[in-house]
């Protein structure tokens, strides 16, 4: 019952630390509650230690929910927590609060331009230094 208890915590958790990852600002709690009841539909497998160390990480250090990423797309695409923030974005995108959020906006060329630039650094930069905190948190193991 505690366990039960404690994960349910944890989904909360997860699902508001994916919101402000998101953008930029915590989902109501029926959208935590969404997201906790698709991940009992959806993970019923057994999860994996490094899965369960990477997804325990973020629960303890919402800071590094963003290098996780970073590192998980390029270190294992497919693992448990990209599958989490992918699960808590598409909740987001169908919500009308949310939904502009994931609309494509207009812009000049120019910006576009220096737009990718930024972005693609800070992406690289997120990679590289989340590569370290994956291998940290791949070890935590808690």
């Known amino acids: 019952m505690r366990d039960d208890i404690e994960e349910l915590r944890g989904l909360e958790g ?5 919101g402000r990852y998101l953008v930029g600002r915590e989902p109501p709690d029926e959208l ?20 369960a160390a990477l997804v325990a990480f973020v629960r303890r250090h919402a800071w590094s929910v963003s290098l996780l990423d970073a590192a998980s797309g390029l270190l294992r695409p497919g693992n448990l927590l990209r599958n989490k923030i992918l699960l808590m974005a598409a909740i987001l995108e169908t919500s009308p609060a949310f939904a502009d959020d994931f609309l494509p906006r207009n812009t000049g060329p120019l910006r576009l331009l220096l737009g990718v630039f930024a972005h693609g650094t800070v992406a690289v930069a997120r990679a590289v230094l989340g590569a370290v905190v994956y291998a940290a948190a791949i070890r935590s193991r808690a």
């Open 14 to 18: 997860e699902a508001r630390v994916f």
């Open 32 to 51: 935590v509650e969404r997201y906790r009841a698709a991940n009992a539909a959806i993970f019923t497998e057994p999860v994996g230690p490094e899965d």
